[in-house]
């Protein structure tokens, strides 16, 4: 339990809090009104909710008159009006934030997988992390199973146990953004964290550079191919096979480039070049690049061979924006077909977009509403998307396929690579469940997910042979106080 | 009589305009603190918490109490203070160090400790809005580490990790200041 510093605390509080300016209360007031009502004595309109204070508390309105105090806010903002996704995410944020599950309408994971619901960033993953300050160890699961408590696995799908678990114990410090395989079958852990030789990063805060962390607790620096580290690193989004992965960095939300590379043999990203945004040190970004500003999604495509960026908009900009970018060949390209306002996105083996907009999912031709999706997987055969979120999981192809709705939310999704199963978590206490879906191909919507165990909470890789998955904690603790992040591995076996 | 939190909630969410504006006066100084610190100018503090407001009494209705309010209200401040600082970074012509110049200043303002207080500051200042957010919920506005990571939207382990991070920069700069408390 971390222990609020009381003299540290007593220190900031001392520092000086400006009062409000002059006339606050009355602009809060007029930002709140109904078009229609514009005046100073809106407030008093039919119809509206006056928004009168006393006084209690608060610092003063730096002159304000008693007029000042009172705001009407029950219509549209006249002031400065928000992109409608903007209060739709406001309304998510608070919805499911009450069932345990924080949103942040940014983020991606890769492996297919999109969310705009926490992010695979310095905020790890969409969820809280399950006990971290218990204990120096991860949970070890709660059993193994092949039938869990949602019913048995369609005859054919095929049995899950879970056989081991290794690599629970703190690596290093620093704070996890991802996870990949190295080829000896250990784990390895990217963090973003202070760098040796120090300077300033983003916002004149210390330069944090992104670090593998190995199973032996050694760590490796992620360069870009011109030997430069990569400042903030915010996400590792891996191309599914494993073979190339993409690399984000960013700044108060902001991405500063966009790198793309491949995996060495030690599980460390190499050979990344910056696709997009500005070199290290370079003023000047990137030609042929688009410029990308709020990214909230980074997804390979099934076959490694496109990389979807979405780019929402800003202040009097157009709405979100798709970008394609082709390895192969170096190129970007807008995609002309994205929905309106996309929030994330991934393309299909047809080359159609499955996406989460503000209001909707739309896969292909099919448009169901969004009820409170906030990732997308895509499945290895390019096709199938699961979606998820805080209403459970929809596994979605060119019509609906599954829908598990009874589970509450669902924090992370992943297929295995081979096809044979959804991997999802879901919430249990403090704890997440990992549990599995099957996959024969002919699901009809009767399908039953097994429970595989609980951990803390984590991001899920599987495997590149589908023969287990990775489950990145950040933050276990490390018995001193310090939060370190931990990997595990989940090896399966599979009956029937 | 004095009404709870809830009361005012329950009251406002009825239709009681006083109600509402009762609530978040009764937290303005919080969040004050955390705007101006996020922001670093007493108009950018403004700007976001005016947003910060309309945005929680419009999502009055939507509150159901599993949170306490000061929470709530410290998590939606906080997320605006970011959007307001991430489309200060697409308008170059306000730079932020406006801000920053502003609130080194202000310190100065008040008797005592000054020296101490820009030392501080400084070292606020030094660490991303983010990360002073973390410090300033819990060892200053008093939530709880829970709380933070919800309303934050953030995983337990990466609060922990701002929190330490922050914590001994700062405590670095109090130390330094207790070093030159004996000198002459």
């Not at chain 1, 996890?176 to 963090?191: E, H, S």
């Not at chain 1, 489950?471 to 931990?486: H, K, L, M, W």
Request: charge should be negative; charged fraction near 25%; glycine fraction near 16%.
């Amino acid at each position: 339990m971390i222990e609020r510093d009381d003299e540290l605390g007593q220190a900031l509080g001392e520092l000086p809090v400006p009062d409000h300016g002059p006339g606050f209360w009355d602009r809060v007031q007029r930002a709140g009104e109904p078009p229609s009502a514009a005046g100073p004595t809106a407030g008093s309109s039919p119809g509206a909710t006056r928004l009168d204070g006393h006084g209690h508390g608060g610092g003063g309105d730096g002159g304000g008159v008693e007029g000042d105090r009172s705001v009407v806010a029950s219509g549209s903002s006249r002031r400065r009006p928000y992109p409608r996704w903007v209060a739709l995410a406001a309304a998510v944020l608070v919805v499911v934030a009450g069932a345990g599950v924080v949103l942040r309408l940014a983020g991606d994971d890769g492996d297919g997988v999109v969310t705009v619901a926490g992010r695979g960033t310095e905020e790890g993953p969409p969820s809280r992390v399950g006990r971290a300050e218990d204990d120096a160890g991860a949970a070890a699961p709660s059993g193994t199973t092949g039938a869990g408590d949602e019913g048995e696995a369609p005859p054919g799908a095929g049995g899950f146990d879970v056989t081991t678990v290794t690599g629970a114990k703190p690596l290093g410090p620093g704070l996890a953004v991802g996870a990949l395989p190295a080829a000896d079958g250990t784990a390895t852990v990217l963090v973003r964290d202070l760098l040796p030789g120090g300077g300033t990063g983003c916002e004149g805060a210390p330069l944090e550079g992104l670090l593998v962390l190995h199973a032996d607790g050694t760590s490796t620096p992620v360069l870009a191919a011109d030997g430069s580290p990569i400042a903030n690193g915010a996400d590792v989004v891996p191309a599914p096979g494993g073979d190339r992965v993409a690399v984000t960095s960013e700044c108060e939300g902001f991405l500063t480039q966009l790198l793309v590379g491949r995996v060495g043999p030690d599980g460390v990203p190499t050979e990344l070049e910056v696709v997009a945004g500005y070199p290290t040190g370079g003023e000047t970004p990137v030609a042929d690049a688009p410029a990308l500003g709020e990214v909230p999604s980074v997804a390979w495509s099934a076959d490694g061979s496109r990389l979807l960026v979405v780019e929402l908009d800003g202040e009097g900009e157009p709405g979100p924006s798709v970008w394609s970018y082709d390895p192969a060949t170096g190129r970007w390209s807008q995609e002309p077909a994205a929905p309106d306002d996309v929030l994330a996105a991934v393309v299909r083996a047809d080359g159609s977009l499955a996406a989460i907009t503000e209001d909707d999912v739309v896969v292909g031709g099919q448009v169901q509403p969004r009820d409170g999706a906030t990732g997308l997987a895509l499945a290895p055969d390019g096709q199938r998307v699961a979606v998820f979120g805080s209403n459970g999981l929809r596994l979605l192809g060119d019509e609906v396929v599954v829908a598990l709705a009874d589970q509450g939310p669902v924090l992370d999704a992943r297929f295995l690579p081979d096809g044979g199963a959804l991997l999802y978590t879901t919430l249990a206490g403090d704890d997440v469940e990992l549990r599995v879906l099957p996959l024969p191909t002919d699901l009809n919507g009767e399908a039953g997910s097994t429970a595989l165990g609980t951990s803390r909470w984590g991001w899920i890789r599987p495997l590149p042979d589908s023969s287990g998955v990775l489950v990145t904690v950040d933050g276990a603790s490390d018995g001193d106080g310090y939060f370190r992040p931990a990997v595990e591995r989940w090896d399966f076996a599979r009956t029937g | 009589m004095t009404r709870s939190d809830q009361e005012l909630v329950d009251a406002a969410s009825a239709g009681d305009g006083s109600a509402f504006g009762e609530l978040v006066r009764r937290h303005d100084r919080m969040l004050r603190a955390l705007a101006f610190q996020m922001l670093g100018s007493r108009e950018a503090m403004d700007d976001a918490l005016q947003d910060a407001y309309v945005k929680a009494h419009r999502a009055l209705a939507g509150f159901r109490g599993e949170a306490s309010v000061g929470s709530w209200l410290y998590g939606i401040t906080y997320r605006t203070c970011l959007d307001h600082l991430r489309a200060a970074r697409r308008r170059p012509t306000t730079p932020l160090d406006d801000g920053h110049q502003a609130r080194v200043a202000d310190p100065r303002d008040r008797p005592g400790g000054v020296e101490d207080r820009l030392r501080l500051q400084a070292a606020l200042d030094g660490l991303s809005a983010e990360h002073r957010a973390v410090v300033l919920a819990i060892d200053v506005a008093g939530l709880s580490y829970d709380e933070v990571s919800e309303q934050f939207g953030l995983a337990r382990g990466t609060v922990a990790s701002r929190l330490n991070r922050a914590r001994e920069a700062l405590r670095v700069a109090l130390s330094a200041a207790g070093d030159t408390k004996g000198r002459p």
